[in-house]
């Protein structure tokens, strides 16, 4: 037999196989279950950068593809941009719940249709329609204090003796080191509350304390980063969360709070003239919200860039709920060399 059979035999046999076992896979990921990569350390300890989880579409439902001509793999690459598809989700089996860890597509990733946006991961700490606030780091919704993540990370000032700390005892400890230049004697480190008081019945620690802003002290990277709302990571709120057919009154003062929602998210023109605001060229008191939005805060609370900083995630935007670990690879400093020193 010779080599040119061989090919024709292997293209006659196999090439209509490997054909739609690539149709049933991409059938499969679209509308079921995808793979993805935890980028960034804004939900450690509860899932850790170089963590692979498995995103299940069915809960919340599958989202239909809004860019359709575009290759799979090529999120960003390959796609043309001038066809779209109206936001259609298929029913699914839930729907968003306080506290789901959710995998969505970056909401200010403009740049990019809305499924080739960057895929982003938090919890959902506010539904439509919630109070939310946020009292020096405590969340509160609807008036009710909410129940921490169980990986929950902050913040703390740690100060020694002139030993300085035991940089293996915090690896140990599974501490992560913030990016702050530390000095002798004083550094600053993100851990669960749990183990801040583990830490400090330690020797030569000489005091762990939680790194928290001042209320009323006004970050201008905070949402929505005008001066009428003096909010900061650690004291934020209260703000209600836009839910589907709820109606909301427009002034001047409050109009920075939703003029996103109005104008990018829900494709209208919106101005402020005086006291005035003109939605589509007309003078506007209400405006009823057409999509669900949500509240997504990572469990690295003072190392994540999450609400708080870019508002609120339209429903359009949610990809699925993050549902298990499929595998964790660590390629920290040190850890170079072998494929196996990266696993966890």
């Given at each position: 037999?010779?080599?040119?059979?061989?090919?024709?035999?292997?293209?006659?046999?196999?090439?209509?196989?490997?054909?739609?076992?690539?149709?049933?896979?991409?059938?499969?990921?679209?509308?079921?279950?995808?793979?993805?990569?935890?980028?960034?350390?804004?939900?450690?300890?509860?899932?850790?950068?170089?963590?692979?989880?498995?995103?299940?579409?069915?809960?919340?439902?599958?989202?239909?593809?809004?860019?359709?001509?575009?290759?799979?793999?090529?999120?960003?690459?390959?796609?043309?941009?001038?066809?779209?598809?109206?936001?259609?989700?298929i029913p699914g089996?839930?729907?968003?719940?306080?506290?789901?860890?959710?995998?969505?597509?970056?909401?200010?990733?403009?740049?990019?249709?809305?499924?080739?946006?960057?895929?982003?991961?938090?919890?959902?700490?506010?539904?439509?329609?919630?109070?939310?606030?946020?009292?020096?780091?405590?969340?509160?919704?609807?008036?009710?204090?909410?129940?921490?993540?169980?990986?929950?990370?902050?913040?703390?000032?740690?100060?020694?003796?002139?030993?300085?700390?035991?940089?293996?005892?915090?690896?140990?400890?599974?501490?992560?080191w913030a990016t702050?230049?530390?000095?002798?004697?004083?550094?600053?480190?993100?851990?669960?509350?749990?183990?801040?008081?583990?830490?400090?019945?330690?020797?030569?620690?000489?005091?762990?304390?939680?790194?928290?802003?001042?209320?009323?002290?006004?970050?201008?990277?905070?949402?929505?980063?005008?001066?009428?709302?003096?909010?900061?990571?650690?004291?934020?709120?209260?703000?209600?969360?836009?839910?589907?057919?709820?109606?909301?009154?427009?002034?001047?003062?409050?109009?920075?709070?939703?003029?996103?929602?109005?104008?990018?998210?829900?494709?209208?023109?919106?101005?402020?003239?005086?006291?005035?605001?003109?939605?589509?060229?007309?003078?506007?008191?209400?405006?009823?919200?057409?999509?669900?939005?949500?509240?997504?805060?990572?469990?690295?609370?003072?190392?994540?860039?999450?609400?708080?900083?870019?508002?609120?995630?339209?429903?359009?935007?949610?990809?699925?709920?993050?549902?298990?670990?499929?595998?964790?690879?660590?390629?920290?400093?040190?850890?170079?060399?072998?494929?196996?020193?990266?696993?966890?």
């Open positions: 037999m010779g080599l040119g059979s061989g090919i024709k035999r292997f293209y006659k046999e196999w090439m209509p196989s490997i054909f739609w076992a690539f149709i049933a896979w991409l059938f499969l990921r679209t509308f079921f279950f995808e793979a993805f990569n935890i980028p960034s350390g804004s939900m450690r300890s509860t899932l850790l950068q170089g963590d692979y989880i498995v995103v299940n579409k069915l809960a919340y439902g599958p989202r239909l593809p809004i860019t359709p001509l575009s290759l799979p793999f090529a999120h960003q690459k390959f796609y043309l941009d001038w066809f779209h598809l109206p936001y259609l989700r089996y839930s729907s968003v719940q306080r506290n789901d860890v959710v995998v969505f597509n970056y909401p200010m990733d403009t740049e990019f249709p809305i499924d080739h946006r960057e895929h982003y991961i938090k919890r959902c700490i506010g539904l439509p329609g919630d109070t939310l606030l946020v009292d020096s780091t405590q969340v509160y919704v609807n008036g009710k204090r909410a129940q921490d993540p169980e990986g929950m990370q902050l913040l703390y000032a740690v100060n020694t003796d002139t030993a300085g700390i035991d940089s293996n005892m915090v690896r140990q400890m599974g501490i992560e702050y230049m530390p000095m002798k004697g004083h550094y600053y480190l993100y851990m669960p509350p749990a183990l801040a008081d583990s830490l400090k019945q330690k020797k030569n620690i000489s005091s762990v304390i939680l790194n928290v802003h001042k209320r009323g002290f006004y970050d201008p990277d905070i949402f929505p980063h005008d001066t009428t709302y003096k909010w900061n990571v650690d004291f934020y709120g209260p703000i209600v969360v836009p839910k589907k057919g709820d109606s909301v009154k427009l002034t001047s003062k409050n109009i920075s709070l939703y003029k996103r929602i109005i104008s990018v998210y829900e494709k209208n023109k919106v101005a402020v003239l005086g006291d005035s605001v003109l939605i589509n060229g007309k003078r506007t008191q209400y405006y009823t919200f057409q999509m669900n939005y949500y509240f997504m805060m990572g469990d690295n609370r003072h190392e994540s860039l999450d609400s708080r900083f870019w508002g609120f995630v339209p429903e359009d935007h949610i990809v699925g709920r993050a549902s298990f670990i499929l595998f964790s690879s660590n390629k920290e400093p040190g850890r170079s060399g072998r494929w196996l020193k990266w696993i966890r």
